[in-house]
């Protein structure tokens, strides 16, 4: 069945590092991909989507790709912020769109 | 346009009770999913529901818990007789279109302790 299996956290990072959370998902057919982010005792934020081979989704600095040949959606950011400090869902959406599979989240804490 | 609302945030019950959660979509949305986070886990997929409609509950546990989500109204996750194996936080989504392109927009949450 659908699954997507998500880097381990917690992930804890200076401000102003590299940050990639590596994403890899199974799927029968084209699924859409997502990152959610979620801050502590809120619920998940879309951050940003792809939904074809090959796309690229960004916003507030992060991005991921969609690369169907080795099947992942990682995500990716130049310099992070305190601010960042969350934890991070990479979903899919199967092909019949009635659900999302999430993976089990990372934690990302960012020290100044 | 107000969000995903959730209510209670907060819900405190005592084994054997039943909880109700309580869900509105965001304005013009007509599918709604529930989702249940575990701690320390990610969510998993409970419901699908459209109007008056169950689409798929194939994540749902085959006893204690339904769903509905009338033509008036919020949507509405029941759990009878609760255990404290059901504490965990329940998410509700909404999205405007059916299809696996749309974005699920999450409400905040209710967190249910079962003492």
């Known amino acids: 069945g659908d699954s997507v299996t998500q880097m381990e956290g917690p992930v804890t990072l200076s401000e102003e590092a590299f940050l990639t959370i590596n994403c890899t998902y199974t799927a029968t057919g084209y699924p859409s991909l997502f990152w959610y982010v979620q801050y502590p005792g809120e619920g998940l934020q879309l951050l940003l989507k792809a939904t074809k081979a090959d796309d690229k989704g960004s916003n507030k600095g992060f991005e991921a790709t969609y690369r169907k040949e080795t099947t992942s959606f990682h995500l990716e950011k130049g310099s992070v912020q305190v601010s960042d400090s969350a934890v991070y869902f990479c979903?899919?959406?199967?092909?019949?769109?009635?659900?999302?599979?999430f993976g089990t989240g990372t934690s990302l804490t960012v020290i100044p | 346009n107000a969000g995903v609302m959730q209510n209670p945030r907060h819900l405190v019950r005592r084994r054997g009770q039943e909880a109700r959660l309580r869900c509105s979509p965001m304005k013009g949305h007509s599918h709604v999913y529930w989702y249940r986070q575990l701690p320390e886990e990610g969510l998993k997929f409970m419901v699908y529901l459209q109007k008056e409609n169950i689409i798929d509950e194939s994540g749902m546990p085959k006893e204690r818990f339904s769903a509905e989500f009338p033509k008036e109204g919020p949507s509405i996750l029941r759990i009878q007789q609760v255990v404290r194996g059901d504490s965990a936080a329940y998410f509700c989504?909404?999205?405007?279109?059916?299809?696996?392109?749309?974005?699920?927009?999450f409400g905040p949450g209710t967190r249910l302790t079962v003492l």
């Open positions: 979903a899919l959406s199967d092909i019949t769109g009635n659900q999302f599979y």
């Open positions: 989504a909404s999205s405007l279109l059916a299809g696996g392109t749309d974005t699920q927009y």
